[in-house]
Every structure is written in structure tokens, then in C-alpha cells.
């Protein structure tokens, strides 16, 4: 044989070899109906399962703050590697990119945050955290586990893809805006959509819960800097006083949401700290305030906060003090409403009902919580929802970001299979509807 003719051969080969299984083209309404459940049934298996309890845990007992989640990362990466799954890092410090599919267009992306919160954990049980004073009290360990599940299954299942799945692996979700760290690193280059789950401890399980549109609210925060004049307290005469002043200035920002905003569009504006003199008998120089804003759109939350600027420097000014006032820090960054697309809602509710039967389905009330995958939805379309892991064994579920706070690690297949599915269907859709589809692509800016 020619060497020529033994290239052929090898290719010819190589194209029967890679051959899928099954194209979505030949699958029947009735089989892609059955694919959320067969995945489910994957990740429920013992050696799955049993694998992601042990990949949660172990980012459990070492929770790592923003940007700091080098061990987590490393884990992720381990992880990949042993599933043969091509990765791009770093991004943004510690962010993974992971791929799945076919290497073309169309890309759709699956999200899990990875970052712990500077809190002490009180739950006593084998995994507590070995890290003092850090703890996963947000569900982002559970967040990476069922990522990496959904890895997991989509890799074994790959023929069913056509066109690639992005697994990111973002840091410093918890006030740090990592999901804009890593836009600007390139995470959603040639992404059309974007989805991500979050724990809830007070959701059921086996139950999803999540809406159209608006579902958790923009979010911002201001620190306002008021100066008098200190002095004895004895005679206030001789002060300008910046403690009467900063104390009309919080009444007064109490109105804005009582007197000025619409009662059907929801805000919230929170005084959280103030720091004054400290001395019984002292009128101190200045006073520092600060609080946080929210609302449901970007229109209202710069409402809000033009104002906010403008009520404390104008009854600052009433007391004859002056102010100043800021709003974002590197720290503490704007965080945009979080708003589901409503085609990508349609595509949520057909796949967790094929999962999880239509009762399972719960509409979800909106929040005034913030979340940075808001980010995402900024530049494409995106859909966030929540996913049940209530812990019937505790007397009192515990919230997110309490000391306190425990999931029931039976809901992890769940999620695993729910982001598999959701991205498989996705894919499936797009495809089908060929080229000229735009049925997710539309974006309407907020």
C-alpha cells in the first residue's frame, strides 16, 4: 500500500471512528424529552454521586476568598484533565474555561462561581472548614461540583452536542464583580448564551424556582464623608455640628423610596454604618455614612442614586456642613439588575418540567439579593435560576451567608443533570432552527 493511499485510509477511518452515535437531527420530540431524565439517572449513579459529594467537600474544608481560590482552581484543572476536556487558564487570576463539543459555533456556557465569604464556620460536622474565619456559606463549593457533573456527563454524551458547551469556572463572585474580570478576559468570546444555578436551602428538593425578567436587583453601594466644625458640647454654639447633619440626611434619604419611587417598582436604600466622635462630650469634625442601594432597572437604580448624592450634599448643606460622597471602590463595585431572557425561560421550563414533572417548577418572586452573573446578561442572553437543596434533617434551614448554613448534598445530581440538559437542549434548538435562528440571540439591553 502507496503511503498516500494508507493516509486515506486513516482518514476514512478517522470519519467512521468519529461518527456520532445519534445526531440531534434524528431525535424525536419524545426523546429529547427523555434526555434530562436519563441525565439525572447518570448522575445519581454511586461512583458519580459518591465523586461530586467528594469534590464538594473537599473544596468545602478549603474555602478561598476572591481571587485567592488557587487550591480550588487547581482542583477544577484536575479534574478536566482526568475527564480529557480542554481548558484556557488563567482568567481573571483564577477563572477556568473549559470545552466540550465540537469546537464551532454555535458556544453556549454553563456558570458556577467559586469563591468562599469571610465568615467563621459554625456547623460542626467531619468537613468543616480547615481555614479559620473563611467559609462556603454560599453554595459555591456545591456550585463547582455540579459543574463539574454537568462536565461529566457532557463529555460522555458529547454526540449528542452540535457545536461546544463553555464550562466557566469564574472567581470572586461575592462583591468583587469576577464575572466582569473575566468578560474582560475573553470568557464570552463567540458565547450567544449563558447559564447558571444557585443553591437554595429553603427550595424543596427536587424542585427549580425562577422567572422572566427581573429576579434579583441591581445593587450599589455610597459612603458619604459629612465635615462641621468640632468642638465642647457644651457650647454646640461655637460647632457646626456633623452629627445633626448627618442625622437629617439619613432621614431624609429614607424618603426617597417612600416619597419618589413608584410603589410598583421596588428599591430598597439602606443606611448601614455611621461613625462619628468618640467622646460623650465632644462635637467631632466630621462624620462618616454609608448604606446600599437597590432596584429592579438600571433607569431606577441611577434615579436612586443621583439623588442620593444629591439629598446628602443638600441637607448637609442646610446644617452648614459640606459632604462628599462616593459610590463605587475597587472592593465594592455596581452590580447590574440580574434579568432572565424570556426565550431562554421557555427553554428552562420545558427542561426542568421534562426532568422534574410541572409541579416542580415553582415561579420564582423576585429578590432585592444582587448577583454578578448579571455581567453575563449585560452582553448576551442569560438565565438564572434556583435550584432546591433544603436540609430536612435541620430544625431551622439556614440561610445563605450564615454561619450556620448546610445543603443537602442530594440535590447535587440534580443540578449537574439540569446544566447538561439545558445546554444540550439549547444546542439542539439552535441547530435545528439553522443559521438565520435568532430565538436566543435577541438581546434587549436593560
Known sequence: MTHSAAILWVFVLFLFLSKPISSESDLSPEELSEIPRNFLSFARKAEIFDWMVGVRRKIHENPELGYEEFE????????????????????AVTGVLGFIGSGEPPFVAIRADMDALLLQEMVEWDHKSKNPGKMHACGHDAHVAMLLGAAK?????????KGTVVLLFQPAEEGHGGAKKMIEDGALEKVEAIFGIHVDTLLPLGEVSSRSGPILAGSGFFE???????????????????ILAASNVIVSLQQLVSREADPLDSQVL????????GAFNVIPDSVTIGGTFRAFSNESFLQLKQRIKEVIIGQAAVQ????????ESKDKIFFPPTVNDKDLHKLF?????????????????PL???????????????YFFLLGMKDETAEKPAHAHSP???????????????????VVRYLFDSHKAGPTYSGYRAHDEL
Not at 407 to 422: K, W, Y
Open 320 to 327: 452648614r456642613c459640606n459632604a462628599s460622597v462616593s459610590f
Open 72 to 91: 480550588t482552581s487547581k482542583l477544577i484543572r484536575q479534574e478536566l484533565d482526568q475527564m480529557g476536556i480542554p481548558y484556557k487558564y488563567p482568567l
Open 153 to 161: 456527563i457532557l463529555q460522555e454524551n458529547r454526540h449528542l452536542l
Open 368 to 382: 432585592m439579593g444582587s448577583e454578578d452573573f448579571s455581567f453575563y446578561q449585560e452582553k448576551i442572553p442569560g
Open 224 to 242: 458619604a464623608v459629612i465635615s462641621g466644625k468640632g468642638g465642647h458640647a457644651a457650647i454646640p454654639q461655637q460647632s457646626i455640628d456633623p
Open 349 to 365: 421550563q420545558r427542561v426542568a418540567g421534562d426532568m422534574l414533572g410541572i409541579s416542580g417548577v415553582k415561579e420564582m418572586q
Open 404 to 422: 450556620y448554613f448546610r445543603i443537602n448534598e442530594d440535590g447535587l445530581p440534580f443540578g449537574a443533570a439540569l446544566h447538561a440538559s439545558m
Open 270 to 277: 439602606t443606611v448601614a454604618k455611621f461613625h462619628g466622635g
